[in-house]
């Protein structure tokens, strides 16, 4: 009796160090290469939208990160007192020099997602699957799989791929049941072309 309850314990203790131990070995963490406060910019003080910045192209994809042009409309010279503000200026704007931002929602290379589609005619809002980023004072380390070279958002930050948030990963899965519970009957093709 006494080996069975050392080797569930063993077991039990080797899950737990695995599960943690795990993910740190899977991911590298990157920090972003400024900061950015989305706060600032979509709080009362800015009263900007995601579209203001994070445009829809002709393709109906989402730009994504904004292009530094887009950025010196705005902010060709500083119009705060921010170090942060002040380096973008120097390092990026007056050089005319895109930021070399760690994307979090890479999809992959197979994969066509429409935000045209989902946010203009399914009308849903960017924080049904990105969270409350826009309300953000600060932008969260980057983690990179190792193995894949996509951003540990796609899978969510729980390792078993339960999440606690709706928001929270952008499997397939959650494509497919969300599209399920709207009554959408796409097949493979709209998605994968």
């Known amino acids: 009796m006494r080996d069975k309850i050392l080797l569930l314990a063993g077991f039990v203790i080797g899950s737990l160090i695995g599960w943690q131990a795990f993910p740190l070995a899977l991911y ?8 950015f406060n989305h706060k600032v910019h979509t709080g009362e003080q800015g009263g900007m939208a995601c579209t203001d910045c994070h445009i829809i192209n002709e393709t109906g994809r989402f ?9 010196a409309e705005c902010h060709a010279a500083p119009i705060g007192s921010t170090k942060q503000e002040q380096r973008m200026v120097d390092e990026y704007i007056t050089p005319n020099k895109q930021i070399p931002w760690k994307i979090y929602s890479r999809q992959p290379d197979n994969a066509f997602f429409s ?24 932008l969260k380390p980057y983690k990179e799989n190792r193995i894949s070279g996509y951003s540990r958002d796609i899978w969510g930050v729980s390792i078993s791929g339960f999440q606690s948030e709706s ?23 709209a998605c994968h072309k």
């Open 115 to 138: 935000h045209a589609s989902h946010v203009t005619i399914g009308e849903m809002k960017c924080e049904a699957c990105h969270g409350p980023q826009g309300s953000s004072e600060s």
């Open 63 to 71: 730009q994504g990160v904004p292009t530094i042009a887009k950025c």
């Open 167 to 189: 928001w929270q990963g952008m499997k397939m899965s959650k494509c497919i049941r969300c599209h399920t519970d709207r009554g959408r009957k796409d097949g493979c093709i």
């Open 28 to 35: 590298k963490t990157e920090e972003q290469p400024m900061q």
